[in-house]
């Protein structure tokens, strides 16, 4: 059974750092894209980041210059480091798996919590 599992969430100050992780297992990682949803309360999923295999990223435009997407596929693990956090960057954070090939075929994890207040 795939599983992604998220890390790294937490409360931090306004204008602080978090780095985000997402370890994923019984997938074949080289041929997903992988990428961040953030959803905050009474709001709609919403895309952060994605990087393909080959390392190409793209970026909300709320987030571009602030966050940055990384992947180690030797780890089968994609981060997320988030830089001057912002209140309104407060929500839900979830890691995503795209097949970038073939049979559609797509993976949530759970998700993790970032809170951003003072």
């Known amino acids: 059974q795939v599983q992604l599992v998220e890390s790294g969430g937490g409360l931090v100050q306004p204008g602080g750092s978090l780095r985000l992780s997402c370890a994923a297992s019984k997938i074949a990682f080289t041929t997903y894209t992988m990428g961040w949803y953030r959803q905050a309360p009474g709001k709609q999923r919403e895309l952060v980041a994605t990087i393909t295999s080959g390392h190409f990223k793209k970026y909300a435009d709320s987030v571009k210059g602030r966050f940055t997407i990384s992947r180690d596929n030797s780890k089968n693990t994609v981060y997320l480091q988030m830089n001057s956090l912002k209140p309104e960057d407060t929500a839900n954070y979830y890691c995503?798996?795209?097949?970038?090939?073939?049979?559609?075929?797509?993976?949530w994890g759970q998700g993790t919590q970032v809170t951003v207040s003072s």
């Open positions: 995503n798996a795209l097949a970038q090939y073939g049979t559609f075929s797509e993976y």
